[in-house]
């Protein structure tokens, strides 16, 4: 059993898989992210999953990747945007982050949202109409990041290094305490 270094969440296209994947190698930890853990685990696209079995199945198999990865995972674990919609989740969270666990919540504006996802298909929830998509979800979701959150990031109109740089300080300072 081991614990993260450290857990990125915050809405679709705010940058956790990439960021994320930053500040692993920064600190040469390895990287983790719940999506990919889950089309590993089925064999298939998260889109793909979305499509054939599901909304609901594809929620019941991330609750269970998060579950895992916060139990095993030592190096720096993204969540999917949606996973803090789970309570068990949020408690889980809640619990890491209070156990003196670090959970940055990446943050950002419809407009960069949209601009970063452009016309990728891999999101399956916003293949219809993505702005408004993104409008409602960063409105519904915000208590909930900010229930499990340690650390708010904003990465709005800003250049993902400067939001790895901001990671890379809460980290060190979190280390040091
Ligand atoms: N700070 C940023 N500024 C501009 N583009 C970004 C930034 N962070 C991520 N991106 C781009 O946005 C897209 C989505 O990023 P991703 O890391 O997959 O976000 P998430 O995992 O939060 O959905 C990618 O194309 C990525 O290169
Ligand atoms: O916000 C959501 O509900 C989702 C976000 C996606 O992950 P990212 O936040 O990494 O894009 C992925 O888990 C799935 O498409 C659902
Ligand atoms: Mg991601």
Redesign the pocket.
């Known amino acids: 059993m081991s614990s993260p270094a450290l857990v990125l969440v915050?809405?679709?296209?705010?940058g956790?898989?990439t960021v994320g994947t930053a500040v692993a190698a920064a600190r040469s930890l390895p990287f983790r992210?719940?999506?990919r853990d889950v089309e590993v685990e089925t064999g298939t696209t998260?889109?793909d999953l979305?499509v054939q079995q599901g909304e609901p199945h594809?929620r019941a198999l991330?609750e269970r990747a998060v579950a895992r990865a916060l139990a095993e995972h030592a190096g720096v674990l993204?969540?999917?945007?949606?996973?803090v919609?789970s309570a068990a989740t949020r408690e889980l969270l809640i619990a890491y982050g209070g156990a003196g666990g670090t959970v940055v919540w990446l943050d950002v504006d419809v407009s960069s949202a949209a601009r970063r996802v452009g016309l990728s298909r891999?999101?399956?929830?916003?293949a219809v109409n993505p702005r408004a998509m993104l409008r409602a979800?960063l409105e519904q979701r915000a208590p909930l990041y900010a229930e499990v959150a340690t650390h708010p990031v904003t990465t709005a109109g800003r250049a993902p290094e400067e939001v790895v740089a901001d990671v890379l300080a809460v980290l060190t300072q979190e280390t040091a305490r």
Not at 10 to 14: E, F, I, L, Q
Not at 78 to 83: D, E
Not at 122 to 126: I, S
């Open positions: 915050g809405p679709p296209a705010s956790k898989t992210d719940t999506d998260i889109a979305f594809f991330e993204a969540l999917g945007g949606g996973a919609t891999d999101r399956p929830l916003l979800m």
